[in-house]
């Protein structure tokens, strides 16, 4: 495993309920994601509000965002194919979810477009890992990531027909997740409310991907 | 699973484009996404706003909470009820445990969100299910969790609150996280629907769950 970034454990996120009133800042996350550690055991009020403290922007603006991340998912497992060195199962779960992810940026792409934006330019990426459990260990984080992601931006959303249709997707991201999550022998569904993550936080965590 | 689908007529257009490739992939989402082609699916799947589907269970936000919190008890006692059947051991049982404290979890969400709304929260239906055999009883559980995940898809752009419509994401993405489960169990695939999940309305969705609930 290299040593510089080895796969990113994502760190806690900490909520501070001061008075009951969570703000974004009350929100910290440590270093990157860490999948396992950001599922806490926290009740529906702290985290809607957690939600809403996502920044401000227009439904172009969180498409782009969300193009980023399917463009950083897509690009992994297509990669993936050459590097993971992946067999059986795995590979046809690869496969799949590599199709998907294409779907997505090829979906959100029109999308921008059709509402008058423009598309957000593919970013470069270095995923860094040397074997299959390296790949799989950083799925997961990205799979996670994904779902959180869009669970925060989704009460951002004006338009209705785009709430619906990212709901379509995160749903397909919460699947891939979860069987990711089988293939590393971890719970699949590991808590009962998946914790929305705002944008900043999200970009923390693909951060390093991004070169 | 056939059975939903064969339900799912106003969506079975979209799912058709939706297995044709990323081209068509692309025009299931614009489909979604209200395109200007005057296709009836959108309205048909997304309903007219403010929750008109959920009706029946209460106005706006609070039917859409009780519509839910109704599939809830349901998946709830659905689990419950396995784990007493004593067809599954280890593992498997782990998870259905699992599962089942979770739904139990999203009845106790839905039912103080209700009530936050100032809303009477949705009574406990009767239920009884078919539990023959560890494979049954799987396949069950799948179509319930799939339709589940798509019940909560149907509703979310009609939520008006977005703290009610955040919950209902983080609720929404983990019944899709143990529909993928249930359909590896299975030996399904974990996408079904394709890259693009399909949203399930009020009526397919309570048609489906009608056999089991009894009184």
Redesign the interface.
């Known amino acids: 495993m290299n040593e510089k970034l080895s796969t990113p454990e994502l760190a806690a996120v900490e909520i501070d309920a001061e008075g009951g009133d969570l703000s974004r800042s009350d929100v910290i996350l440590k270093g990157a994601l860490a999948a396992g550690a950001v599922y806490g055991t926290f009740?529906?009020g702290p985290?809607?509000?957690k939600?809403?403290a996502m920044s401000e922007s227009g439904d172009v603006g969180i498409l782009n965002f969300a193009l980023t991340l399917e463009y950083l998912e897509s690009t992994f497992y297509e990669e993936a194919k050459t590097r993971a060195k992946t067999s059986g199962e795995l590979k046809s779960?690869l496969n799949?979810i590599a199709?998907?992810?294409?779907?997505?940026v090829?979906?959100?792409t029109?999308?921008v477009k059709?509402l008058g934006g423009k598309p957000v330019a593919e970013p470069k990426f270095d995923f860094e890992y040397n074997d299959t459990a390296g790949f799989l260990k950083l799925a997961q984080t990205f799979e996670d990531t994904g779902?959180s992601a869009?669970?925060g931006a989704?009460?951002?959303i004006k338009?209705?027909?785009?709430?619906?249709?990212a709901?379509?997707?995160?749903?397909?991201?919460?699947?891939?997740?979860?069987?990711i999550r089988?293939q590393n022998k971890d719970?699949?569904?590991p808590?009962?409310?998946?914790?929305?993550l705002d944008e900043k936080q999200v970009l923390k965590a693909v951060e390093p991907f991004i070169v | 699973m056939a059975e939903i689908k064969q339900l799912k007529d106003p969506v079975s257009r979209r799912r058709f484009l939706a297995v044709g490739g990323?081209?068509t992939?692309?025009a299931?989402?614009?489909a979604?996404?209200?395109?200007d082609s005057g296709t009836t699916t959108?309205t048909s799947?997304?309903g007219s706003?403010g929750g008109d589907e959920t009706a029946q269970f209460g106005k706006g936000d609070v039917g859409i909470l009780n519509y839910a919190l109704t599939l809830e008890y349901l998946e709830t006692a659905f689990y419950a009820d396995v784990v007493k059947s004593g067809l599954f051991k280890g593992a498997e049982l782990e998870?259905i445990r699992?599962?089942g404290?979770?739904?139990a979890?999203?009845v106790k969400?839905l039912t103080?969100?209700v009530k936050s709304l100032g809303g009477k929260p949705a009574p406990e239906p009767k239920t009884e299910f078919p539990l023959k055999s560890a494979k049954s009883v799987l396949e069950l559980a799948g179509t319930v969790e799939n339709l589940g995940?798509a019940a909560?898809?149907g509703q979310?752009?009609?939520i008006q609150s977005?703290?009610v419509?955040?919950?209902a994401?983080?609720?929404?993405?983990?019944e899709?996280?143990?529909?993928?489960?249930l359909?590896?169990l299975l030996g399904e695939?974990?996408?079904p629907?394709?890259?693009?999940?399909?949203?399930a309305d009020v009526q397919t969705v309570l048609k489906s769950v009608e056999p089991f609930i009894v009184g």
């Open positions: 009740m529906v985290y809607v509000r939600a809403l779960l799949l199709s998907d992810e294409q779907q997505h090829e979906a959100l029109a999308t059709k779902v869009y669970n989704g009460p951002m338009s209705k027909e785009v709430l619906a249709a709901g379509g997707i995160v749903q397909v991201e919460a699947r891939h997740a979860a069987a089988l719970e699949p569904a808590v009962a409310f998946d914790p929305p | 990323s081209t992939a692309v299931a989402f614009l979604a996404c209200g395109d959108t799947t997304m706003g998870t699992k599962f404290a979770e739904e979890e999203h969400a103080a969100a995940a909560y898809l979310a752009a009609n977005p703290e419509l955040a919950s994401l983080a609720i929404h993405s983990v899709g996280r143990h529909a993928a489960v359909n590896t695939s974990i996408t629907d394709g890259a693009f999940a399909k949203p």
